[in-house]
C-alpha cells in the first residue's frame, strides 16, 4: 500500500514513528514527513513555522507544496493528514475535489473545541475517518460514523510512569522547540536555575538538533545546565519541571513529573490568540483533567507573569502528592494508546 503522508510537525512525526510499528511492512510512505521514516518529498527543516506572522510570509511556498502533494496523491492508495489544520485542510478540500474516491485518514485532529469550529463540517465534508485522541472531541462532530476516539499516542510512546512521587535531585527544563519559543524563555529559566542549589539542572533538547544549532540556539549554557535529548527518561528521573507550553506539559503530567506551564508569545500573536480562543486554560492536561474534576492539574504562567520569582514560588509551593494522585485519574481518562487503533483504520482491519 502506497500511503500519501503530510505530517509537518516534529511531534506528529513522533507519533507517526510509533504509528509505522504497527503496520504491515508492506505500507509504503510517500510526501512529507522525517526522513528516518523513508524518503520523503519534503524535509521538515523547511516547514518550520512559529505563530500567525511567520506563517503569512511562507505562504507561496505552502501553496506550491500543496499543489505538489496534490500530483502525488495520484498515485497513492490512501492518505493519512495529521495535525497542521492550517494546511491540511486545504489539502483535504484539494486531494477530495480531485480525487472524489480517494480515502482521507485525518489523525491528531485540529483543536475544533478551541476555536474555529467551522472545521469541523470542512473535516466530515473532505475526510473519510477521523482519528480523535481526546476522549470529549467527537461531541461537537455530527457524523459521528466517521469520528472515532482511538486512544492517546503519549500512552504507547512514555516507557516509564510513575505510580508515586520520587525523591529526586534532578530539575528539568523545557524552554519549547522553536527558536523563537527558546529565545524568550531560556533567560528566565538560567536564573531560575542559578537559584537551585544542590539541585543538577538538566536542559532537554529536541533530539532533532545539531551540535551547532545547540550551540547558535541556546549560546553559553554549560554553566546552567546539563544537557539531555531524551525528554521522557529525563522527565521520569525528574522531581520537578519548568515546561512551555506545548506536547511536553501532557507529557510531564502522564510519566507523573510536577511542573508549572510558562509561555511567552509575540504580544501581536498573544492578542489574536486570545481573541480567538475561548480557553480557560492552555495547558492540554488542565483542559484534560477539567473533564475529570472540573480542577485545576498544574500551574500555568503566560506572558508577563513568568518571571523568576513567580515561578520559583510555585515550585516551592507545589502540592507534589495532589499532583501524583490526579495523573493516575489523567490517565486512567486517557485509555490506551492510539498506534494499534489507527493502523487497523488505515488497512481496513
Given at each position: ?6 505530517a509537518?510537525?516534529?511531534?506528529s ?5 510509533e504509528l ?6 508492506d505500507v509504503e ?7 528516518e ?13 512559529m505563530g500567525?506572522?511567520d506563517?503569512?510570509k511562507k505562504?507561496?511556498?505552502?501553496f506550491k ?6 500530483e502525488l496523491a495520484?498515485?497513492?492508495?490512501k492518505v493519512?493528514?495529521m ?8 489539502l483535504?478540500?484539494?486531494i477530495k475535489?480531485t ?8 489523525y491528531?485532529l ?10 469541523v463540517f470542512?473535516?466530515?465534508?473532505y475526510?473519510?475517518k477521523?482519528c480523535s485522541i481526546l ?12 469520528i472515532k476516539?482511538v486512544g492517546?499516542?503519549?500512552l504507547?510512546e512514555i516507557k516509564e510512569?510513575?505510580e ?5 535531585n534532578?530539575i528539568s ?12 524563555l531560556l ?6 536555575a542559578?537559584?537551585?542549589e544542590n539541585k543538577?539542572?538538566v536542559?532537554?533538547?529536541?533530539a ?7 550551540k ?7 554553566m546552567f ?11 521520569y528521573?525528574?522531581e520537578f519541571?519548568?515546561?512551555c507550553s506545548g506536547t511536553a506539559?501532557l ?5 507523573g513529573?510536577p511542573f508549572?506551564l ?8 498573544y492578542?489574536i490568540g ?8 492552555v495547558?492540554?492536561?488542565?483542559i484534560?483533567?477539567?473533564?475529570i474534576?472540573n480542577t485545576?492539574l498544574h500551574k500555568?504562567?503566560l506572558?508577563d ?5 513567580n515561578?520559583?514560588d510555585?515550585?516551592?509551593d ?5 499532583f501524583?494522585?490526579?495523573v ?7 485509555q490506551k494508546?492510539s498506534?494499534k487503533?489507527v493502523a487497523?483504520i488505515?488497512?481496513?482491519?
Amino acid at each position: 500500500m502506497r500511503l500519501l503522508v503530510c505530517a509537518l510537525e516534529t511531534s506528529s512525526n513522533i507519533h507517526l514513528k510509533e504509528l509505522k510499528k504497527s503496520l504491515n511492512s508492506d505500507v509504503e510512505f510517500v510526501g512529507v514527513f522525517d526522513k528516518e521514516l523513508g524518503t520523503p518529498y519534503m524535509d521538515l527543516s523547511n516547514l518550520a513555522i512559529m505563530g500567525f506572522i511567520d506563517a503569512i510570509k511562507k505562504l507561496r511556498f505552502f501553496f506550491k507544496l500543496r499543489d505538489d502533494l496534490v500530483e502525488l496523491a495520484k498515485d497513492c492508495d490512501k492518505v493519512l493528514l495529521m495535525d497542521s489544520s492550517g494546511f491540511n485542510l486545504p489539502l483535504a478540500k484539494k486531494i477530495k475535489q480531485t480525487y472524489p474516491n480517494k480515502e482521507i485518514i485525518y489523525y491528531i485532529l485540529p483543536q475544533a473545541w478551541a476555536w474555529k469550529r467551522k472545521r469541523v463540517f470542512a473535516l466530515e465534508k473532505y475526510c473519510d475517518k477521523l482519528c480523535s485522541i481526546l476522549p470529549f472531541e467527537s461531541e461537537i462532530y455530527t457524523q459521528k460514523d466517521k469520528i472515532k476516539y482511538v486512544g492517546h499516542p503519549l500512552l504507547d510512546e512514555i516507557k516509564e510512569y510513575k505510580e508515586e512521587l520520587i525523591q529526586s535531585n534532578i530539575i528539568s527544563f523545557m524552554p519549547g522547540s522553536r527558536r523563537s519559543e527558546i529565545k524568550r524563555l531560556l533567560p528566565i529559566y538560567k536564573e531560575i536555575a542559578s537559584k537551585l542549589e544542590n539541585k543538577k539542572c538538566v536542559l532537554i533538547v529536541p533530539a532533532k538538533f545539531s551540535q551547532d544549532e545547540i550551540k547558535d540556539i541556546y549560546g553559553n549554557i554549560c554553566m546552567f545546565f546539563e544537557i539531555s535529548t531524551n525528554a521522557h527518561k529525563t522527565l521520569y528521573e525528574s522531581e520537578f519541571a519548568f515546561i512551555c507550553s506545548g506536547t511536553a506539559t501532557l507529557e510531564s503530567a502522564l510519566i507523573g513529573t510536577p511542573f508549572v506551564l510558562s509561555y511567552i508569545a509575540k504580544s501581536l500573536d498573544y492578542f489574536i490568540g486570545r481573541k480567538l480562543v475561548k480557553l480557560e486554560y492552555v495547558g492540554l492536561a488542565n483542559i484534560l483533567y477539567k473533564c475529570i474534576d472540573n480542577t485545576v492539574l498544574h500551574k500555568e504562567l503566560l506572558q508577563d507573569e513568568v518571571t523568576v520569582k513567580n515561578l520559583f514560588d510555585i515550585y516551592e509551593d507545589f502540592n507534589r502528592e495532589e499532583f501524583i494522585k490526579n495523573v493516575h485519574k489523567l490517565r486512567d481518562y486517557l485509555q490506551k494508546g492510539s498506534s494499534k487503533e489507527v493502523a487497523k483504520i488505515i488497512e481496513n482491519e
